[in-house]
Nanobody, 121 residues
Framework: QVQLVESGGGLVQAGGSLRLSCQAS????????MAWHRQSPGKERELVAR???????VYADSVNGRFTISRDKAKNTVTLQMNSLKPEDTAVYYC???????????????WGQGIQVTVSS
């Protein structure tokens, strides 16, 4: 059974940086697309970034140019480097594993527990 655990969240001021990590266990996710999502209270979960097994990266317009997704297949981890953070980035961030099908990300049902990121003005 796959388990994903996020770490690295916290409180930062606008303009600051934060790095989130997602550690996977229970299965080798080398052939999966890995993704980061976020959700604020009362809002739908947003797909922030994803990275395929062959290294293709896709970002939401809201974070493009500021966030960078990367992965270490040997360590079964995926990270999200967040720079130039804005208060609008405040949310609970989740990592997930899935597939990219016909250009769309399809989760496989593997989700982390979520980690809080708060950006103050």
């Amino acid at each position: 059974q796959v388990q994903l655990v996020e770490s690295g969240g916290g409180l930062v001021q606008a303009g600051g940086s934060l790095r989130l990590s997602c550690q996977a266990s229970g299965s080798d996710l080398t052939n999966h697309t890995m993704a980061w999502h976020r959700q604020s209270p009362g809002k739908e979960r947003e797909l922030v970034a994803r990275m395929t097994s062959v290294g293709m990266k896709v970002y939401a317009d809201s974070v493009n140019g500021r966030f960078t997704i990367s992965r270490d297949k040997a360590k079964n981890t995926v990270t999200l480097q967040m720079n130039s953070l804005k208060p609008e980035d405040t949310a609970v961030y989740y990592c997930s594993a899935g597939k990219t099908k016909r250009g769309r990300y399809v989760p496989d049902g593997y989700w982390g527990q979520g980690i809080q990121v708060t950006v103050s003005s």
